[in-house]
């Protein structure tokens, strides 16, 4: 039996939602949820109307995961223990390492260069 498909669609309201595709006719996928090496309450698994195969999952994030850093949470099969996903949640200051914040000050940079380098190509026409 090949391991379910995992699709991230949202996280509203402090809660994750995601769809599971399995084959259709397969039970439900039993799935765990982990942060911090530490199970995470509260997951739902429904089947989707209308699609067989599909299940939704919802994964509330718990208040106390919420903390300055990068929080991964990891969704895994119970059956075989093999990782179907994992999202993560950025809060806090940006820390200057962060890849994230690297890439907006390069874009900051560009944008002032470009608009340099278009005054200088006016002024020298």
């Given at each position: 039996m090949?391991?379910?498909?995992?699709?991230?669609?949202?996280i509203r309201a402090g809660v994750w939602e995601g769809v599971l595709r399995a084959a259709p006719g397969d039970a439900a996928p039993e799935i765990e949820v982990r942060h911090l090496?530490?199970?995470?309450?509260?997951?739902?698994?429904?089947?989707?109307?209308?699609?067989?195969?599909?299940?939704?999952?919802?994964?509330?994030v718990p208040v106390q995961a919420l903390s300055d850093g990068v929080q991964t949470f990891?969704?895994?099969?119970?059956?075989s223990d093999a990782t179907l996903g994992h999202f993560t949640i950025v809060t806090g200051a940006a820390a200057t390492d962060d890849l994230r914040a690297e890439i907006d000050l390069l874009r900051a940079e560009l944008d002032m260069l470009?608009?340099?380098f278009r005054r200088h190509c006016l002024e020298t026409m």
């Open positions: 090949a391991e379910p498909v995992l699709t991230e669609t949202r090496d530490r199970r995470v309450e509260g997951a739902t698994l429904a089947s989707v109307p209308d699609r067989p195969g599909h299940w939704a999952l919802r994964v509330p990891v969704i895994r099969s119970t059956a470009k608009r340099a």
